[in-house]
C-alpha cells in the first residue's frame, strides 16, 4: 500500500496512526500542501478531490480518511480500532466524527488560506477563528467524555486505542499548534498523553516524518 501524505494534515495523520497500530506495511508518498501539489495532474490522478490522504492499494485508490480507516478495519481487523458490539462501534464513530466532521473542516488549511487570501483576515483574526471552533468542539467532546460508558480514565473508549483516539490526537497536536489551552480539556489531554506513550502514535506524528519542517 502507499500513503499520500503530509506531515502536518491532520487526516493524513489519522491513517498513519491506523496503519501503525494494525502493524501494516505502506510506503509513504509525500504530498506538499504547502506549494499546492495536491492541485497537481499527477495527484488528480490518485485523488481527483485533490485532498489528503490518498490510499493506494491493489483494488485501486482511497481517498478521505474516515473512508480508509473503515476499509482498513474491515479488510484487517486485527488490532481492530473499531472494537465491541455495534453499540460501543456507535459510541466510537460518534466520538470521532465529532472531531473529524464537526471541528477539523472549518480549521483546515484551505479553509485558513482562503480566510487569508479572499477575505483579507488578519494573522490574529485568522488565529482567532480557528481557536475559537476547536475550543467550541473540545468542551463538547469534553462532555461526551464524562458522559460516556466506555471512558474510564485512558483511551476514549476503553483500554485500548480506538477510532476516536485515532482522530483525538491529530486535532489537539493542531490545537497545541494554535496554543489552545488544554487545561480547561482534562479528559482530552489526559488521553492525547497517553496515547503519545505508544509507539505507533509516536511514529506517526508530524515530527518524526520526512517531510517535517
Same mark, same amino acid.
Given at each position: ?15 498513519? !496512526? #491506523? ?9 509513504? =508518498? %509525500?504530498?506538499? &500542501? ?64 465529532? !472531531? #473529524? ?9 484551505? =479553509? %485558513?488560506?482562503? &480566510? ?77 498523553? %497517553? ?19
Amino acid at each position: 500500500m502507499k500513503l499520500y501524505t503530509y506531515f502536518r494534515s491532520s487526516a493524513a495523520y489519522r491513517v498513519r !496512526i #491506523a496503519l501503525n497500530l494494525k502493524g501494516l506495511k505502506h510506503e509513504l =508518498v %509525500l504530498v506538499n &500542501l504547502l506549494k499546492s501539489a495536491q492541485n497537481g495532474q499527477d495527484y488528480l490522478e490518485v485523488n481527483p478531490q485533490g485532498l489528503l490522504p490518498a490510499l493506494a492499494t491493489e483494488k485501486g485508490n482511497i481517498g478521505q480518511s474516515l473512508a480508509i480507516l473503515e476499509w482498513l478495519e474491515a479488510e484487517h481487523p486485527e488490532a481492530p480500532i473499531l472494537p465491541g458490539d455495534h453499540w460501543n462501534q456507535a459510541q466510537i464513530r460518534n466520538l470521532s466524527y465529532a !472531531i #473529524a466532521c464537526d471541528i477539523h473542516p472549518i480549521d483546515n488549511l484551505r =479553509v %485558513l488560506k482562503y &480566510l487569508s487570501s479572499e477575505l483579507k483576515v488578519t494573522d490574529e483574526q485568522k488565529t482567532t477563528w480557528y481557536k475559537h471552533w476547536v475550543e467550541v468542539g473540545f468542551k463538547k467532546i469534553e462532555t461526551m467524555l464524562e458522559q460516556s460508558d466506555l471512558y474510564q480514565g485512558q483511551f476514549c473508549c476503553g483500554d485500548t486505542p480506538t477510532l476516536a483516539d485515532i482522530n483525538l490526537v491529530p486535532q489537539v497536536f493542531n490545537a497545541l499548534r494554535f496554543k489552545v489551552d488544554m487545561s480547561a480539556y482534562p479528559k482530552i489531554a489526559s488521553v492525547y498523553a %497517553l496515547c503519545n506513550q505508544m509507539t505507533a502514535f509516536i511514529d506517526a506524528a508530524p515530527e518524526n516524518q520526512l517531510d517535517a519542517t
